[in-house]
């Protein structure tokens, strides 16, 4: 799995984001669309797609895309 993929498939859930304001450095919590039902949708996708459950407590550590994957690719490989 590479980076700009999972990106992607993050990206993806800021449904009314423009994509471009997404990047894996910045925190996506701030971002005007982000919001609960955003936070689900994210977590889902990574179960789905990745087969990685990430706790409520740990993913509300998580800020941005980067450090998303980095804990995916931890919990998988």
Do not use: A, C, H, W
């Amino acid at each position: 799995m590479d980076l700009s993929k999972f990106k992607r498939n993050i990206t993806d859930q800021f449904l009314e984001e423009d994509q471009n304001k997404v990047t894996v450095d910045g925190d996506f919590r701030l971002l005007e669309t982000y919001d609960s039902l955003t936070g689900m949708s994210i977590l889902t996708i990574i179960e789905d797609e990745y087969n990685v459950v990430i706790p409520i407590n740990e993913y509300r550590e998580l800020n941005t895309i980067k450090e998303l994957y980095d804990y995916v690719m931890d919990k998988k490989y």
